[in-house]
């Protein structure tokens, strides 16, 4: 079942990474914390239950330097999330050091040749709790297999106090924070069971030293770990929406005095709020009407992340715009714009002089199959029942 769950989780990390161009940035650290997760899981299915020597010597040890950066993804996309800031620092560095570490730790092994790898990992199905017995540079492999989920746990609890520290609650009227508040407390639970029953498995097999023994004192623990690893493994499945982040709608209008009240599309950036109310969304609409006052989406080139370069506004923010207020995506939206664009052409007289592939590649369309589906899609006939029906 393990290797199953595993397989599920690496899917669902595969989807973090498909929706990484159009989302928030902190999905980044989401994105390596399923994936290191899930390769950790990978190793102990390894150890404990496939009795391939040759998956043991890859999956074991190698990939220990990146199970101490799990609760740093953690903790970073947390902190992305709730700040609506992906960025690292400087200071940020500090939160590798152990990994590097531990990467020095182990490179004694790094440097067995693959037989001897095949060796140890012989040993390995043997009894798994031979996995102890390796030799490394500073700490031991006991300390090593403990330390981790206590490692993780502790930055699971630290990411726990940004959320209340920032006050973000379920008393929000928007749906979009009370949403990425429920998935916070969500996944914050589901860590700590995963690594909790974990931690607790680790010291079982600590006292035992005997992989058997461990498995059958430990039983219930281990289903217990599972239903944790389940349940992190389906829980995006829950909360698509997740994806768009939390958009902090941080911009005010800044209004001109003289000769006339008028106001100014240009936005500028206020202090942040989780409410996105109907004020923010009337001020991120007025931008985005002025920028198409351009005629942006004309450019076959037109795309989100173009749109979200040339007005400032990131891409998951038009995102979440588009697809929670306009309840359209945005390939839908571009070519409703050229659609209209098109239409205007045609009541202009342009089509008299133009053909109507000439007139939609001036729209942006790339193709004439595109146009067509886009203009049926958008009127309910083609362009030529459109005209003939003028």
Do not use: C
Not at 148 to 167: A, H, N
């Amino acid at each position: 079942m393990l290797f199953y769950l595993t397989i599920l989780g690496f899917f669902i990390t595969f989807l973090i990474l498909l929706n990484l161009r159009t989302s928030n940035k902190a999905n980044l650290y989401l994105f390596f914390f399923f994936l290191i997760n899930n390769i950790y899981s990978l190793s102990h299915y390894a150890a404990m239950d496939s009795g391939n020597k040759y998956l043991i010597a890859v999956m074991l040890v190698h990939f220990t330097p990146f199970y101490l950066l799990i609760g740093p993804f953690f903790y970073f996309y947390v902190r992305g999330l709730v700040f609506d800031d992906h960025k690292l620092y400087k200071k940020d560095i500090i939160h590798f050091i152990p990994a590097i570490f531990i990467l020095l730790n182990i490179s004694p092994y790094l440097f067995f040749s693959f037989d001897q790898k095949l060796f140890f990992a012989t040993e390995v199905i043997r009894d798994a709790a031979n996995i102890l017995n390796n030799k490394f540079l500073f700490i031991s492999p006991t300390i090593s297999f403990i330390s981790r989920p206590i490692f993780t746990i502790s930055y699971v609890i630290f990411s726990t106090s940004l959320i209340y520290k920032k006050g973000l609650n379920e008393n929000y009227k928007n749906l979009q924070p009370r949403l990425i508040y429920r998935w916070l407390i969500s996944l914050i639970g589901m860590a700590l069971l995963l690594y909790f029953t974990f931690l607790m498995f680790s010291f079982i097999g600590y006292k035992t030293r005997n992989s058997q023994l461990t498995q059958l004192r430990s039983e219930y623990i281990l289903y217990a770990t599972g239903l944790g690893l389940l349940l992190l493994n389906f829980s995006l499945l829950l909360f698509p929406n997740i994806l768009y982040g939390l958009p902090q709608l941080d911009y005010k209008m800044i209004k001109k005095r003289k000769p006339i009240v008028k106001v100014d599309t240009t936005l500028k950036k206020e202090v942040k709020s989780f409410e996105i109310s109907d004020d923010k969304l009337s001020l991120l609409s007025a931008k985005i009407n002025a920028y198409l006052l351009s005629l942006p989406y004309v450019n076959i080139n037109f795309t989100l992340s173009v749109m979200s370069a040339d007005t400032d506004i990131p891409a998951h923010h038009l995102s979440y715009y588009l697809n929670e207020h306009l309840k359209i995506n945005f390939n839908t939206w571009k070519n409703d714009l050229r659609i209209n664009h098109v239409i205007d052409l045609i009541k202009n007289g342009s089509y008299e002089t133009l053909t109507l592939d000439a007139l939609s590649k001036q729209s942006g369309f790339g193709s004439r199959s595109s146009f067509i589906n886009a203009f049926k899609l958008k009127t309910g006939q083609t362009p030529s029942e459109y005209l003939q029906n003028l």
